[in-house]
């Protein structure tokens, strides 16, 4: 299983970014997918999670300005972010757990948001 992650940047507060992650050696239309994020000094926490018939799960500090989709023709998870703020700053990792009994993580993309 490899998770390819892209779209982190720098961007001012109110901007948005799009990530975005590739996944490939998994059946990806019918896994769970999700993003993390983990500041600097502090634990990974779940950002969003959308299982593989769409149903979606945000964390209360980003409800109403992230969005998480998926392509599974293209194989890709996508986060959209907009409303940014300098508490967003991060780096952003993909997830897709339980397969073959384990979670399998992207290499993670940096976010920062600027006030």
């Known amino acids: 299983v490899q998770l390819q992650a892209s779209g982190g940047g720098m961007v001012q507060a109110g901007g948005s970014l799009k990530l975005s992650c590739k996944a490939s050696?998994?059946?990806?239309?019918?896994?769970?997918m999700a993003w993390y994020r983990q500041a600097p000094g502090k634990d990974r926490d779940l950002v969003a999670q959308i299982s593989s018939d769409g149903n979606t799960n945000y964390a209360d500090s980003v409800k109403d300005r992230f969005t998480i989709s998926r392509d599974n023709v293209r194989r890709t998870l996508y986060l959209q972010m907009d409303n940014l703020r300098p508490e967003d700053t991060a780096v952003y990792y993909c997830?897709?757990?339980?397969?073959?009994?384990?979670?399998?993580w992207g290499q993670g993309t940096l976010v920062t948001v600027s006030s």
């Open positions: 050696g998994m059946n990806f239309r019918i896994n769970t």
């Open positions: 997830n897709a757990p339980g397969i073959r009994g384990r979670d399998f």
